[in-house]
């Protein structure tokens, strides 16, 4: 997701229109009015596929590139001329759950859709969850990692990534292996998604007989001033901090200026250019961060990744990114089942509840709870406003 300029695109397109419609292939589009109560338009034959997340905010380079990857994924579909056409809404909820929820009755109630790719963040998919559950709305996060989400009975909740558990299990383990830490403070800033994530690397370090110290920020400041007082104090071998690259970014320069220099280490919402450019000047450099996302523009997992990223590049301009292989899961997931005849709401959720399939980052299968049944964590070395894959947190090594 290291891509101003993707950014920069996703806010004209955010601009210009709520609902874009999926290119290639030709033929008439369905409109809102038209539209059954199935989402399906008879002369037509295109349904109507949400995805929502934050799209202009200031967090908005987690999502751009999977909105992106399943962007490109429909276009490719809808160019096959197929039988039923997908058209792609797209629902800017900027990552506050308020709006989200707002968005999810119009996507509902006014726009018909018959499944979402997102929520993208913890937080305001635990607010839309049952309001799509009510709707009956199939859901494809690819990006919500917040281990609750699983555990709250949704029978048309699904995700595409890992969850937590696993992610923060997979990095905690690696700060204590590779790292060989012993002392380690633990920062988040209370949100659904950082809270989880740090609360399991915390468990996880401890675990493994590690000291911990941790400590609260607040995500709407930017004076973090007590904060590094107390991990200058502590003086840790490592610093974790569990949210977004905005508040981490912050957060890291902060540290350095302080003169904390121990090993800063960050979860799948900071691995984007932006905590570097947050950071200023070099002070991201050596940062290391983890993902339950496999970022493989060399093709070294499967040649599906080398052949998404090739077409990725292609299309924006851009390297492949964080989540886009998981939006490209997310958006084939959903045209799978359109492809096997489901156009409806209920058909597309038994489908999904069966489908079983390789995918660009894993087997597209998912559990009872909606959890997929594999994910693997990896960690990435931030050098400039770069990063490159260190590998799996199991097998990873200390940086050099």
Not at 335 to 351: F, L, M, Q, R, V
Not at 371 to 383: A, D, I, N, R
């Amino acid at each position: 997701m290291r891509y101003r300029s993707i950014v920069r695109l996703g806010v004209a397109l955010a601009a210009s229109s709520l609902v874009l419609a999926a290119c290639g292939g030709g033929g008439d589009q369905a409109t809102g009015g038209g539209a059954s109560p199935s989402g399906a338009t008879e002369a037509a034959k295109t349904v109507k596929i949400g995805l929502m997340g934050d799209l202009t905010g200031e967090n908005s380079g987690i999502v751009i590139p999977l909105r992106n990857a399943a962007k490109l994924a429909l276009e490719e579909y809808n160019a096959t001329n197929p039988a039923t056409k997908i058209e792609l809404v797209e629902y800017d909820s900027q990552g506050v759950p308020e709006q989200a929820t707002a968005l999810a009755q119009q996507a509902i109630k006014t726009d018909k859709i018959v499944g979402l790719i997102g929520p993208a963040f913890s937080g305001e998919s635990r607010q839309v969850g049952p309001i799509l559950e009510e709707g009956t709305i199939p859901s494809i996060s690819a990006s919500a990692t917040n281990p609750l989400l699983s555990q709250n009975g949704w029978k048309y909740w699904h995700r595409i990534v890992a969850n937590d558990d696993i992610q923060g299990g997979g990095v905690g383990d690696y700060i204590s292996r590779a790292l060989g830490a012993k002392k380690v403070f633990v920062i988040h800033d209370n949100q659904e998604y950082s809270k989880g994530i740090a609360d399991v690397v915390s468990k996880t370090l401890k675990g493994s007989g590690v000291n911990i110290q941790t400590d609260v920020i607040d995500p709407q400041g930017s004076d973090y001033a007590s904060t590094v007082n107390k991990v200058k104090a502590a003086a840790p071998d490592a610093v974790f901090y569990g949210g977004y690259y905005a508040q981490g970014g912050r957060l890291l320069k902060q540290l350095r200026d302080g003169g904390v220099k121990a090993q800063f280490l960050s979860g799948d919402g900071s691995l984007d250019a932006g905590l570097a450019k947050g950071a200023g000047g070099n002070n991201a450099d050596g940062a290391v961060v983890s993902c339950p996302c496999l970022i493989d523009p060399t093709g070294k997992a499967s040649p599906a990744s080398k052949k998404l990223a090739d077409a990725y590049q292609a299309k924006y301009n851009a390297p492949t990114a964080i989540y886009v292989g998981e939006g490209y899961d997310s958006a084939t997931a959903f045209i799978e089942a359109i492809k096997n005849g489901n156009t409806d709401p209920e058909s597309i959720n038994k489908y999904l509840a069966t489908i079983d399939i390789p995918g660009v980052t894993k087997q597209i299968k998912f559990a009872p709870t909606g959890e997929p049944t594999s994910g693997e964590v990896y960690v990435y070395l931030f050098k400039g406003d770069t990063y490159s894959l260190l590998g799996n947190a199991k097998e990873a090594s200390k940086p050099a």
